[in-house]
């Protein structure tokens, strides 16, 4: 059932470029059909360096260049002697002087000069990453995708204590994904997250302004994976979800297999929602692991966390457990 998907395409393809006329259809089951390609690969792309299987995932998402600061197997918090591509002097001055602090570093200044160092948007931000094997039929596919989505989120803004969780449908700025039917996940009733006077239409796509998670109804076809471990091997689709900073990733749970939460180093935010809590209740966030110094890849059915830069793997207690930061900062003084 697979080939057939995999033929359908390239005859498409194949018709489309003969006709001098290539046109992307507008339903979400047609576009996706559409846009379908072979697996990227970082061993074949880039062979004379070697990447970490989170970097290959991201990559597979994404296809981002994994050079300069979009490389985050170079990326290490602790590393203030040799700073690598990614960290700036002010960046590695204002993490290596508050973090004894660690959360005087969340301020509005700061974040807005780290920024400058940060990589390129589709890594900046928390995001829910499923994939599932092709079965053939793409529709069945993105729908199970979909509602995985849809329970995952409600499920962890429930258990963070949100009295609902509410969906809203983007009728505005959509950012060309209205096939996809962008919508958000509103809870209410969590401390630091009221959307009462929002105007939810033009939240700003992307950008994590908010308490709401943006989900999409569709995602990208693969064929002929190979070399993504981490992926289901062969054709796969995957979507991926757009976390708000401060999500309770720590709720996430599934017996889905495939299942993945990427986290940016917290220096990357977007929201600035870290500057305006107060440092008692930053230390709790912390604790619950809501946000990490070091980028990383937690799956979420087995629970294995996999940071970018191997050399941090060394201070993990066990495969499914954190870096303690803090610790580990202050052994090295």
């Not at 299987?53 to 985050?72: A, C, F, S, V, W």
């Not at 160092?117 to 094997?133: F, Y």
């Not at 979800?241 to 599934?254: A, G």
């Not at 297999?257 to 107060?278: E, H, R």
């Amino acid at each position: 059932m697979a080939f057939s998907i995999k033929k359908t395409v390239l005859i498409s393809v194949g018709l489309a470029l003969l006709s001098g006329c290539v046109s992307i259809p507008a339903d979400r089951d047609g576009r996706m059909t559409a846009l379908a390609k072979d697996a990227r690969s970082l061993a074949a792309d880039y062979p004379d360096a070697q990447y970490s299987e989170p970097m290959q995932l991201m990559y597979t998402i994404h296809g981002t260049k994994p050079e300069r600061h979009n490389d985050l197997d170079g990326f290490n918090a602790f590393d203030y002697h040799d700073p690598n591509s990614v960290q700036s002097a002010l960046q590695v001055g204002t993490v290596a002087s508050t973090f004894g602090n660690p959360f005087a570093m969340l301020t509005r200044t700061s974040l807005i000069e780290i920024m400058k160092t940060a990589p390129s948007k589709s890594l900046q931000s928390n995001r829910l990453v499923i994939m599932v094997p092709s079965s053939g039929n793409i529709k069945a596919d993105a729908d199970k995708i979909y509602e995985l989505k849809l329970a995952m989120i409600k499920r962890a803004y429930v258990r963070a204590g949100a009295s609902s969780v509410s969906t809203h449908f983007v009728e505005g700025n959509t950012d060309g994904l209205s096939s996809f039917s962008p919508a958000y996940l509103i809870p209410d009733g969590l401390k630091h997250c009221d959307l009462s006077n929002v105007n939810l239409d033009n939240i700003g796509g992307y950008q994590r302004k908010s308490c709401a998670a943006m989900i999409l109804n569709g995602g990208s076809l693969y064929f002929n994976n190979s070399d993504d471990k981490l992926a289901p091997k062969g054709d796969f689709l995957v979507s991926s979800s757009w976390l708000p900073d401060n999500f309770p990733v720590e709720h996430l749970s599934t017996d889905s297999d495939f299942t993945y939460l990427y986290m940016p180093t917290v220096l990357w935010n977007q929201s600035g929602v870290y500057a305006d809590i107060p440092a008692e209740d930053l230390s709790a966030l912390y604790a619950k692991h809501r946000f990490s110094l070091n980028p990383l890849v937690k799956n979420l059915k087995s629970g294995e966390v996999m940071y970018f830069n191997q050399k941090l793997s060394n201070n993990q207690p066990s495969p499914t457990e954190l870096v303690d930061e803090k610790k580990v900062f202050l052994s090295k003084q």
